[in-house]
């Protein structure tokens, strides 16, 4: 598969794993987990097939890893960024002392103000590496990056969580804990 149509599938089942199972006619169990032959039908129904082969690819190639399949391979999931209620089963972990946080230029002003939130999404995601959160403010324009002291939130009793592709999840970050990068 070419990286174009690698791009458009991973779209395609991001938004139904992740936003919109119920256009599918799927139920995300707890995890956000889907049998795989029940998703695969469910796009052939839809007129979006995609077969076995394609989907393993699709898990492996992800840039972003955004896909997982549980130990057995019969089930798969997005890992995070869901904005339909489902429990990811995730356990608190003590993150790193610092994270970081990419958006674009025209959202600075707003998260010195308020802090970061979720949004529409279960979770705030949080770069391990400036690099990371660097590609991350790209897909919103001018990249900024924040800086986000993770030792003093998880101090004060905030969880962390760690998805699967290594996103650190978080509720909100409030403004006293984030500084931005020059």
Avoid at 19 to 43: D, F, I, N
């Amino acid at each position: 598969m070419d990286d174009r149509q690698l791009v458009r599938m991973s779209k395609y089942l991001s938004k139904h794993l992740r936003h919109q199972p119920e256009r599918l006619g799927l139920t995300l169990a707890p995890g956000g987990w889907v049998a795989v032959a029940e998703l695969l039908a469910a796009c052939a129904r839809s007129g979006f097939p995609i077969s076995r082969a394609e989907l393993d690819e699709i898990v492996a190639r992800n840039n972003k890893q955004r896909f997982s399949f549980d130990e057995t391979g019969e089930r798969v999931r997005a890992n995070q960024g869901h904005s339909v209620p489902v429990d990811l089963q995730l356990e608190p972990q003590t993150p790193p002392d610092v994270l970081y946080h990419g958006t674009g230029a025209g959202a600075v002003a707003a998260i010195e103000r308020e802090g970061l939130r979720k949004m529409r999404r279960h979770h705030v995601h949080l770069s391990a590496d400036i690099p990371t959160a660097i590609r991350v403010g790209q897909r919103h324009g001018l990249p900024v990056v924040f800086t986000v002291d993770a030792a003093a939130m998880s101090a004060a009793g905030a969880l962390f969580y760690r998805s699967e592709n290594g996103v650190w999840l978080v509720e909100s970050v409030p403004p006293q804990y984030l500084h931005r990068l020059p």
